[in-house]
């Protein structure tokens, strides 16, 4: 399983992105893709998850301005962001969790400044 992000960029407070990550491949019908970031100077952690039948979790920080949402028939998952703050500034990496085995996609640098 290949994946490709997309959707990074520079945004200022309060603003809103769009990530995306297309997954080609041995496409497993059970499995879970999340989105999850690393900050300069600190471990990586998930932000959002949805299974293949389109059960979702988010950290605690992004509810209620964060939807991870996904299209089976494409293969792709996406991370709509809203309301975003200088703490969201991160890389963001897409994540497919297949059975027995995971792929990380390249991330994609989010920075929210004014």
């Known amino acids: 399983v290949q994946l490709q992000a997309s959707g990074g960029g520079l945004v200022q407070p309060g603003g809103s992105l769009r990530l995306s990550c297309a997954a080609s491949g041995s496409i497993s019908s059970i499995n879970v893709m999340g989105w999850y970031r690393q900050a300069p100077g600190k471990q990586r952690d998930v932000v959002a998850t949805i299974t293949s039948t389109g059960s979702t979790t988010y950290v605690d920080s992004v509810k209620g301005r964060f939807t991870i949402s996904r299209d089976n028939a494409k293969n792709t998952v996406v991370l709509q962001m809203n309301s975003l703050k200088p703490e969201d500034t991160a890389v963001y990496y897409c994540?497919?969790?297949?059975?027995?085995?995971?792929?990380w996609g390249q991330g994609t640098l989010v920075t929210v400044s004014s």
């Open positions: 994540k497919y969790i297949g059975v027995g085995f995971d792929t």
